[in-house]
């Protein structure tokens, strides 16, 4: 590429040039032929004081500028510098916008030629890493920059970016390059004319494919061998796993304890392994630092050799997954003396449809996120061996356009040209060969839910994170219905002026000289928006009058069928059940008529046809379900957000307790099952997840503690100058915490992680301590406020010496932040479920009902678990220290208040004033 290229950046006072933000440093690059060959910067006298947030940012500050020339002394050599130019910056429009405003003010004519976003380039040329920051990036690819937010080092570093996806592009195939190339025309810089020239360059050449990459219907997709190899001739049998006696496989033994000796894993081992060999079901707690995973693995893998029965390994989170195949199944395969195969399967909306995507590149697009997502996909289809979505990094845009080419209920007639590639078709036919499969509770769930079943029947599982499968598993079993959703499914269908799927039918029929009266149906379609919009008009009514809080925040408002209120939402609801079948019976027949002669393209319109009735007749039974054949044994409840519009209301309905069905579906079908956690015991007792599961008392129940001696790592305190939660108001209480989590965090220098249970005070606590002034030097990362994943906010807290990372609900576990980022861990309130939480209110109310205590076995347990997951968020490694402080004094002042300590390990619990907790804690940390 033998353009010139002027890499630009710029340290500014502020965010907009328009209200008087100036440059007060410039840095630019120049590369030509391929090569930086100059370089000019230059500090620049903004004729105003710097702020105080963008010297800590820079390093730049008044002093360093006084003498520094005026912005209108450089203005001719910039503007010389970019003439015949593109304009490239990381995050152009930025760069451009204050320069240009600086140059017109300085009496220059302005750059107007083509600019370059290293932005864009890297979101669709590295379509699966985490970040597109320039420090994520230059770490990413190895290139030095030791002086992030000063523009000449991040010039040199965008320079060299701005090389290396020039050097990636010419590596792409021709014909990828040319698909890239018409999409590239959607972007909001001028990619499209480096694909121009490219082309010139690739044409002139006969293109060979690398051995990775074949050509199939104008897509280049990566090229694997998805047959996995046999493990032929293995004599498994004498590996067999010792069923009690660790030494009768020393050289097992002695493999594993070169990574670590850990005598409780050994344990669980021989526990896993004597369930599986006399089909029993296992309840195995397994304490922080047993080495959980590969304790199931093991075992797993020799019963899987020795028997001939596969093993499936479920889990709650993708994170799980990852970790198990990127980490765990690695170091598995190190240890074993044969080899196992390993197998994951996610749900099919999770797989791309190659005939799908082949399809939508045909279709005009003028929407940005679909021209980018779409040039993301092309890229990674020269690398992906899965087809899995979870390796992509989507805008929302971008999901929004994945769901338009995942994989759906395909009904294809004929032939599918993409058959033999099928991402999904390959991981099953890899989960048919599999000696261990990996898979998610909520597939597994879905196949007990649906008569069409994805999984194999296996009759010997492991559930890791099993506390949560009896959530999964009343999410599946119960009904949903959402104002958005339903909008985007019938948008979908759409009415004749929109020109959406219904009308491509109409077209389509009318090819096929087929007749129907589309008029009428397009009628009932309009007829059922409005009684849609009229149905979720009414359930925000209901609300208003039902609920006794203030309209104003969120609400969860459980559905009173005696209420008189409740009859006139039947009776909408009822209206809208019934303009729905409407619909379903006028178009179902349609495919049917479009009988001979279809094309590919036509094939798929159909499926996507079939696809979106299913789904309509699915809403229709959720109606049904929550408002016309409840039962006793089911609660039902409205979230509603009213400071939005409808968009924001969404129906629930799930069955009071799964333990019957799952009992009944699940574990008597199956040979072994095994629950493991870190979290399924309350003092020491397994009752309440049991019955939350469904499994009999008589099952089988083990704890295997942590190796960590947590009495002499971890120091317990419960202020005691603080104000009882009961009784001062939440602002009240959010003063007083403040005042003492800032007096913590000068002492700890940051390093905390704060546990709230609501958003709403997460959000009043991160105000007040931003508004204090008194943490300017901390970097305050609050879930729900702070953009990004909670991996994402996780990886950033720990990039700061001193950070303070606020989170609820799903912060209280699955982080993992060993050694010195956290050392202080503060539970800003017991985790009680609210009293007034619709489904919490119906689990009580049932327990009442068979004569048991509410608070003592629902209420109390449940928070009981989550408090030691909180808990466990302290101390990962064996060489972990820190502190555990408890601001609601309940712990220490109710009776109940034992059951948390008794729940977790021994520790001290010290009761002090804030002072002397301080003194303490400056004594305790290193």
């Known amino acids: 590429m033998n353009n010139k290229f002027v890499v630009i950046d710029l340290e500014t006072t502020g965010n907009s040039p328009k209200k008087g933000d100036k440059i007060i440093q410039f840095a630019a690059v120049v590369i030509e032929n391929g090569k930086i060959v100059d370089r000019f910067s230059s500090l620049i006298n903004p004729k105003m004081k710097i702020p105080i947030f963008i010297e800590e940012l820079t390093g730049i500050n008044d002093e360093m500028v006084i003498n520094a020339p005026y912005f209108e002394e450089l203005a001719g050599k910039i503007q010389t510098l970019l003439e015949d130019a593109y304009f490239v910056a990381h995050n152009v429009l930025f760069d451009l916008s204050f320069l240009q405003e600086e140059l017109l003010y300085a009496n220059q004519d302005g750059f107007y030629g083509s600019v370059i976003d290293t932005v864009e380039m890297a979101r669709f040329l590295f379509p699966t890493i985490d970040s597109y920051k320039l420090n994520d990036l230059a770490n990413l690819l190895g290139f030095s920059h030791n002086r992030p937010h000063q523009a000449d080092s991040d010039a040199e570093v965008t320079a060299e970016l701005l090389l290396y996806f020039l050097n990636r592009m010419e590596s792409i195939p021709l014909t990828t390059c040319k698909q890239l190339s018409e999409l590239s025309g959607g972007l909001k810089s001028d990619i499209q004319l480096l694909f121009e020239d490219l082309l010139e360059v690739k044409s002139l050449k006969m293109e060979k494919w690398p051995n990775h990459l074949e050509k199939v219907n104008g897509l280049i997709i990566y090229k694997s061998n998805f047959i996995n190899e046999k493990n032929s001739n293995t004599e498994v049998n004498e590996y067999l796993f010792p069923k009690s006696d660790l030494d009768k496989n020393l050289q097992l033994k002695q493999s594993i304890q070169q990574y670590q000796k850990r005598e409780g894993q050994f344990l669980m081992m021989n526990e896993i392994f004597d369930a599986f060999t006399h089909h029993n079901h296992l309840v195995l707690e397994a304490g922080t630092g047993i080495g959980k995973t590969l304790g199931y693995l093991l075992p797993a893998a020799y019963f899987s050799k020795a028997t001939g029965n596969k093993v499936m390994i479920s889990t709650y989170t993708t994170q799980l997954q990852s970790q198990l195949l990127e980490k765990d199944i690695p170091l598995l395969n190190k240890i074993l003396p044969f080899k196992v195969s390993i197998a994951l399967l996610k749900g099919k909306s999770h797989y791309i449809s190659l005939s799908k995507f082949e399809k939508s590149l045909q279709d005009l697009e003028d929407n940005y996120d679909s021209c980018l997502t779409k040039m993301q996909i092309l890229i990674w289809l020269l690398e992906t061996e899965t087809g899995d979505v979870d390796e992509l990094n989507l805008s929302s845009g971008g999901q929004i356009f994945w769901n338009r080419v995942r994989h759906g209920q395909e009904t294809r007639r004929g032939k599918d040209l993409w058959k033999e590639r099928d991402f999904y078709l390959r991981a099953k036919q890899r989960v048919g060969e599999a000696d261990l499969i990996i898979t998610n509770h909520s597939l597994l769930l879905t196949d007990l839910t649906q008569s069409h079943q994805t999984l194999p029947e296996i009759d010997y599982l492991i559930l890791d994170e099993g506390h949560h499968f009896h959530q999964v598993a009343t999410k599946f079993l119960g009904s949903q219905l959402d104002y958005f959703g339903i909008r985007l499914l019938l948008n979908q269908f759409g009415l004749r002026e929109q020109k959406q799927l219904l009308y491509k039918m109409e077209i389509l029929l009318r090819s096929k000289k087929g007749t129907i009266d589309f008029k009428n149906i397009f009628l009932i379609l309009s007829d059922l928006f409005f009684e849609m919009d009229e149905f979720f008009k009414a359930v925000r009514i209901y609300v208003k009058k039902v609920s006794k809080l203030e309209p104003t925040y969120k609400i969860s408002q459980r559905l009173n069928r005696q209420n008189q209120d409740f009859k006139h939402l039947l009776h909408s609801a009822e209206r809208f059940s019934f303009k729905m079948k409407e619909l379903i019976d006028s178009i179902e027949f349609i495919p049917s008529l479009i009988a001979c002669s279809l094309s590919e393209k036509d094939y798929l319109l159909i499926e996507e046809f079939n696809h979106l009735e299913q789904e309509i007749t699915r809403v229709r039974e959720n109606i049904k379900r929550i408002f016309i054949n409840a039962t006793e044994q089911d609660v039902a409840w409205i979230d509603i957000d009213f400071r939005s519009y409808q968009n924001a209301t969404t129906i629930y309905l799930q069955p009071v307790s799964i333990s019957q069905p799952l009992q009944e579906l699940f574990f008597d079908n199956k040979k072994s099952v095994i629950i493991t956690s870190a979290t399924l015991s309350v003092e020491n007792q397994f009752s309440y997840i049991l019955n939350e599961l469904g499994m009999k008392e008589s099952t089988r129940t083990i704890t295997v503690p942590s190796p960590f001696d947590y009495r002499n790592k971890v120091k317990v305190f419960v202020p005691v100058d603080l104000p009882d939660i009961r009784s001062v108001s939440n602002e009240e209480y959010v003063v007083a915490i403040t005042e003492q989590i800032i007096s913590i965090a000068e002492e700890t220098k940051g390093r905390i992680l704060l546990l709230f249970t609501a958003q709403d005070m997460l959000r009043k606590t991160f105000t007040l301590m ?157």
């Open 770 to 926: 931003k508004e204090s002034g008194l943490l300017e030097d901390y970097a305050l990362i609050a879930q729900g406020i702070t953009s990004g994943s909670r991996s994402r906010l996780t990886r950033n807290f720990q990039k700061f010496d001193k950070a303070i990372l606020f989170g609820t609900s799903s912060f209280w576990e699955g982080i993992d932040i060993p050694g010195e980022d956290l050392s202080c861990l503060i539970m800003v309130r017991l985790p009680f479920t609210p009293p007034d939480d619709p489904f919490m209110q119906a689990k009580c109310d049932e327990a009442r009902r068979l004569g048991g205590n509410a608070f003592i076995e629902v209420s109390l347990p449940d928070a009981v678990l989550k408090f030691k997951q909180g808990f466990g968020r302290l101390i990962r490694t064996e060489q972990d220290k820190g502190v555990f402080i408890i601001f609601d004094r309940r712990i220490v002042t109710e009776k109940y208040g034992k059951s948390f300590f008794n729940s977790i390990p021994e520790v001290d619990v010290i009761q002090r004033k804030n002072e002397e907790i301080l003194k303490e804690i400056r004594y305790w940390l290193p």
